[in-house]
């Protein structure tokens, strides 16, 4: 299995534009997880998904922010307008919704560079 | 709320020099607690999971343990290749799959 596959692995945009991160989790995998990872703040969930509904979006830092899963291949964090305090590196995870306790996989992250 | 607190934020060894990192947390009802690692530019890497105090996982040179407030990440003769950053992070029962991280500790392990 070629693991969950994020791209870009890196962007830069500037201020105000649209950003698009795209996640391919593991297939056989039902949950799927977008996490954001800064120096200060850490590893943040932002929203999660079961069975390509979202299940708890409480972590979105505010309306620029929106995720979507239309199927159970393929999710996007899209983020709009863009701002520099956005900048941060973007993990999506999956797992099983019964086997979350063997750990999520991780992909290798998006980095977000927005100037 | 949920909370993980790892120390210290960054430990540096020698190669062969023991030493343990700690992970405590508090968490309304704990149903699980992991242990990753990162290594820099990728995403983490699951290495364990503990559900109940007093159990104990190991793989090679690491040992991780969990009481009722606090889990260690015990590290044994370890080597250059094992530096890397770990992250503690737990799952409440009434969070469902949620994970919440600590903010990791920085390993280098020097030849």
């Known amino acids: 299995d070629a693991g969950v596959i994020q791209s870009p692995r890196h962007e830069v945009t500037e201020m105000g534009q649209e950003v698009t991160l795209r996640c391919k989790p593991i297939?056989?995998?039902?949950?799927l997880f977008w996490y954001r990872q800064t120096m200060m703040r850490g590893l943040e969930l932002l929203i999660y998904?079961?069975?390509?509904?979202?299940?708890?979006d409480s972590g979105m830092p505010e309306d620029r922010f929106s995720a979507k899963m239309p199927n159970a291949s393929f999710s996007t964090l899209k983020i709009q307008p863009s701002e520099p305090r956005d900048s941060a590196v973007y993990f999506c995870?999956?797992?099983?919704?019964?086997?979350?306790?063997?750990?999520?996989?991780f992909g290798s992250g998006t980095r977000l560079t927005v100037v | 709320e949920d909370q993980v607190t790892q120390s210290p934020e960054a430990l540096r060894l020698q190669e062969g020099e023991s030493s343990s990192l700690n992970c405590s947390y508090t968490?309304?009802?704990?149903?699980?607690l992991f242990w990753y690692r990162q290594d820099p530019g990728k995403g983490p890497e699951f290495l364990f999971t503990?559900?109940?105090a007093g159990e104990e996982k190991e793989k090679e040179r690491l040992k991780a343990t969990l009481t009722k407030k606090e889990s260690f990440l015990h590290i044994t003769a370890p080597k250059p290749e094992d530096s890397a950053t770990y992250l503690c992070?737990?799952?409440?029962?009434?969070?469902?799959?949620?994970?919440?991280f600590g903010q990791g500790t920085r390993l280098t392990i020097n030849p």
């Open positions: 995870a999956s797992t099983e919704e019964d086997r979350s306790n063997y750990g999520y996989t």
């Open positions: 297939s056989g995998h039902n949950s």
């Open positions: 998904f079961n069975n390509n509904v979202p299940i708890d």
């Open positions: 968490v309304s009802g704990l149903r699980g």
């Open positions: 503990l559900y109940s």
């Open positions: 992070a737990v799952q409440a029962y009434a969070g469902a799959q949620k994970l919440v």
